[in-house]
């Protein structure tokens, strides 16, 4: 399966952590880059991180200082690590996969998608 699965998500209080993790296939040169979109109700789905095989991270300016994206090759698993959540962090999150380009931020630099888990923060 080249399709990243996503778990993890659920329903959080405001304030309160809660960690995602992408499970990926692992196929040689596919997961060169691994990203996490979101997509609340009624807007588009924006960048939230993104993590390179040799370690590299990026963010996104609502996922700075509060989220932390990691991943374990040997594993083939991303995670993304999120804290002090706000009730404006709810949305899908979808984890993506890509063979590598020069920018990690835009929905056309992944190949393949995961399916989304829900995160719901409560206030």
């Known amino acids: 399966q080249v399709q990243p699965v996503e778990s993890g998500g659920g329903s959080v209080p405001a304030g309160g952590p809660l960690r995602l993790s992408c499970a990926y296939s692992?196929?040689?040169?596919?997961?060169?880059?691994i990203g996490w979109f979101r997509q609340a109700p009624g807007k588009e789905r924006v960048f939230v991180a993104a993590i390179r095989r040799s370690g590299d991270t990026f963010y996104g300016d609502s996922a700075k200082g509060r989220f932390t994206i990691a991943r374990d090759n040997a594993k083939n698993t991303a995670y993304l690590q999120m804290n002090t959540l706000k009730p404006e962090d709810t949305a899908v999150y979808y984890c993506?996969?890509?063979?590598?380009?020069?920018?990690?931020?835009?929905?056309?630099?992944?190949?393949?998608w995961g399916q989304g888990t829900q995160v719901t923060v409560s206030s």
């Open positions: 692992g196929r040689a040169g596919s997961d060169s880059v």
């Open positions: 993506a996969t890509s063979r590598g380009y020069d920018t990690v931020t835009h929905e056309k630099d992944y190949d393949y």
